[in-house]
């Protein structure tokens, strides 16, 4: 079952799983993936929190003991995500020792509705730091223009980052710039750079949703013929542009004094629709220095039936342009549609977390304890 997954990881690309409950710290089902699956990282978002406190009563002596300290629910939701990253973080450990830091991370994400709000974000990325207080977390930052200048101070303190929700090239390139000025400011306060690491989550199938949603609308041959091409070709433009920058010589100065470079994360990698094979960004998305974040159903599916043939990605960069530009061609704009996307990515997130403050308030009440 797992050859296809060793196959993957054997060429370079780093197997982490997109999704944590506390059901699946507590039943070993995580350390169960750790041993079989070839799994080295756990991502985590406000969805995932949300669906797995709203599933079951895995969180309820938590939530008791939360409920009678009469806790808001705010700090009730810190509370008990960070003790799942850290538990994660926890069983975790031994992969990050082994990889020398570079695997074995829990991801956990700042307060979405913090996204444009670089002082803020700031703040919360330092909270979240001290609170789960394991040296393999990163903290999730959002790649919008307020992110962006939060990220590079966040590095720049010595803070693990996985920047998230980036759909664009062009915001692809902001955000290494980005990392790369954080990584510059951490050497000039003396801290040791070795030990700071960054994973740039580039979203996959949401692109092609969206844009196969407009081509559908054309309903032309020419249309029908590039449906299903522009997110790989996307993906695959980011991964020339990685090698770009950290092939560079501003990369060069930093790499000398032990930085890591900050790997290309493949996120969204479930496939939405159902005419293309479901390991469809995972076959076609393998090359050296790569991570891919998969949901359960993804990691099983790849498991069973995956086709990982080698490196899918280098030597694709022309006709990927190609495909890029058959899609403007045909009054697509690309830019219109990365913006839509990160205005919507930014938004699910923040309805996600509403609804978790929703979820875990009810419980609150449920479990609080009788007057007198």
């Not at 998305?285 to 990982?308: F, K, Q, S, W, Y």
């Amino acid at each position: 079952m797992t050859d296809a997954l060793k196959r993957l990881s054997d060429e370079g690309v780093a197997i982490w799983l997109d999704d944590l409950s506390r059901t699946r710290i507590t039943s070993g089902n995580l350390a169960e993936l750790i041993d079989q699956q070839h799994v080295v990282g756990v991502t985590t978002n406000p969805s995932i929190f949300q669906k797995a406190i709203s599933d079951g009563h895995g969180y309820d002596p938590q939530l008791e003991d939360l409920a009678a300290r009469r806790v808001t629910v705010e700090e009730a939701v810190r509370m008990i995500t960070t003790a799942d990253v850290r538990d994660a973080a926890d069983i975790l450990r031994p992969v990050f020792e082994r990889t020398q830091g570079q695997d074995g991370r829990v991801s956990i994400e700042v307060d979405p509705r913090l996204a444009h709000n670089t002082r803020a974000t700031i703040a919360e990325a330092k909270q979240l730091a001290w609170l789960v207080d394991r040296p393999n977390t990163l903290i999730k930052i959002p790649a919008t223009k307020a992110g962006l200048p939060a990220i590079t101070e966040v590095i720049g303190l010595g803070i693990s980052v996985n920047v998230t929700l980036i759909f664009s090239l062009e915001r692809y390139r902001e955000v290494m710039d980005a990392y790369l000025a954080g990584l510059e400011k951490a050497r000039e306060r003396g801290l040791d750079l070795s030990k700071i690491h960054s994973v740039a989550s580039f979203f996959v199938s949401r692109v092609d949703t969206e844009i196969d949603k407009r081509l559908d609308a054309l309903g032309t041959p020419e249309a029908a013929a590039v449906r299903g091409k522009a997110a790989l070709a996307n993906a695959r433009l980011a991964y020339e542009a990685y090698e770009e920058v950290f092939g560079g010589e501003r990369w060069a100065a930093l790499d000398r004094a032990q930085a890591n470079r900050q790997r290309p994360l493949w996120a969204s990698t479930g496939v939405k629709d159902k005419a293309y094979k479901d390991t469809l960004y995972v076959d076609e998305l393998v090359a050296p220095g790569t991570v891919n974040t998969m949901p359960e159903a993804t990691l099983d599916a790849t498991a069973d039936h995956g086709a990982i043939t080698g490196d899918t990605i280098r030597g694709t960069y022309e006709q990927s342009r190609a495909d890029l530009d058959a899609v403007k061609a045909l009054g697509i704009s690309y830019d219109d549609v990365v913006q839509l996307l990160e205005d919507e990515g930014v938004e699910k997130f923040e309805t996600s977390w509403n609804e978790l403050l929703a979820s875990t308030e009810a419980e609150l009440k449920r479990l609080a304890p009788s007057e007198g």
